[in-house]
């Protein structure tokens, strides 16, 4: 079978896992209490686990092309349902990152066909924004770092999203301001991660 090897390195590492510390998968069996609900692109090149360094039980993640925070998306919408209303999370986290394949195509003058160009429409205000920005300012960008601009005001406009849900507001109101929503970039260059923007006791901070 041409995954076999994949199994194989499942098997390594989960022996490696239980030789290092006998409890690191029992301990989660009873149930699971994540730190933060993390929204992140599809993209192989950004792990959500990896990135931060951490373990299962840690982070519940739903990812989709290009981060989006769509409205008639029942798939996302249930996920931030389920950790805002069940599991309590006290952070939301948007995570973008520079060299995204899917903010690329959102800014690119031709248009996608089907469902990757329906969905990238939402991606598309970002351009947007930063569009009519920088012709307010009369600045013009080198494409790298106008796609960097994009990545970056795609975060927002997605934090943006999640904060104007009403599951969000309600929760903000029962949980005096929880969660606090974190706009992050991802660099695939250098695995550090920028801060966008912050939605914290349910107001947006700008920079940090
Ligand atoms: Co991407």
Same mark, same amino acid.
């Given at each position: 079978?041409?995954?076999?090897?994949?199994?194989?390195?499942?098997?390594?590492?989960?022996?490696?896992?239980?030789?290092?510390?006998?409890?690191?998968?029992?301990?989660?069996?009873?149930?699971?209490?994540?730190?933060?609900?993390?929204?992140?692109?599809?993209?192989?090149?950004?792990?959500?686990?990896?990135?931060?360094?951490?373990?299962?039980?840690?982070?519940?993640?739903?990812?989709?092309?290009?981060?989006?925070?769509?409205?008639?998306?029942?798939?996302?919408?249930?996920?931030?349902?389920?950790?805002?209303?069940?599991?309590?999370?006290?952070?939301?986290?948007?995570?973008?990152?520079?060299?995204?394949?899917?903010?690329?195509?959102?800014?690119?003058?031709? #248009? =996608?066909?089907?469902?990757? +160009?329906?969905?990238?429409? &939402?991606?598309?205000?970002?351009?947007?924004? @930063?569009? $009519?920005?920088?012709?307010?300012?009369?600045?013009?960008?080198?494409?790298?770092?106008?796609?960097?601009?994009?990545?970056?005001?795609?975060?927002?406009?997605?934090?943006?999203?999640?904060?104007?849900?009403?599951?969000?507001?309600?929760?903000?109101?029962?949980?005096? #301001? =929880?969660?606090?929503?974190? +706009?992050?970039?991802?660099? &695939?260059?250098?695995?550090?991660?920028?801060? @966008?923007? $912050?939605?914290?006791?349910?107001?947006?901070?700008?920079?940090?």
């Amino acid at each position: 079978m041409a995954l076999d090897d994949l199994l194989e390195q499942n098997r390594k590492w989960a022996a490696e896992r239980v030789a290092a510390d006998p409890e690191y998968f029992t301990r989660h069996v009873g149930g699971q209490d994540p730190r933060l609900l993390w929204i992140g692109c599809s993209d192989s090149r950004v792990p959500a686990e990896h990135i931060l360094n951490c373990g299962p039980g840690e982070l519940f993640i739903h990812r989709n092309v290009a981060n989006v925070v769509a409205y008639n998306d029942v798939n996302i919408a249930t996920v931030i349902q389920y950790s805002v209303e069940k599991l309590l999370v006290d952070d939301i986290v948007v995570c973008g990152h520079y060299g995204c394949g899917g903010v690329a195509a959102a800014c690119a003058d031709v #248009g =996608l066909d089907g469902y990757i +160009g329906d969905w990238l429409m &939402i991606t598309s205000w970002a351009k947007t924004w @930063v569009d $009519e920005r920088l012709k307010k300012e009369g600045k013009t960008l080198p494409h790298a770092e106008y796609l960097r601009e994009v990545v970056e005001e795609n975060v927002r406009l997605q934090v943006k999203h999640v904060s104007h849900l009403t599951m969000v507001r309600k929760s903000w109101e029962k949980r005096q #301001g =929880l969660p606090r929503i974190h +706009g992050w970039v991802y660099d &695939i260059s250098t695995g550090l991660i920028k801060q @966008v923007m $912050e939605v914290i006791d349910g107001r947006p901070q700008g920079e940090p």
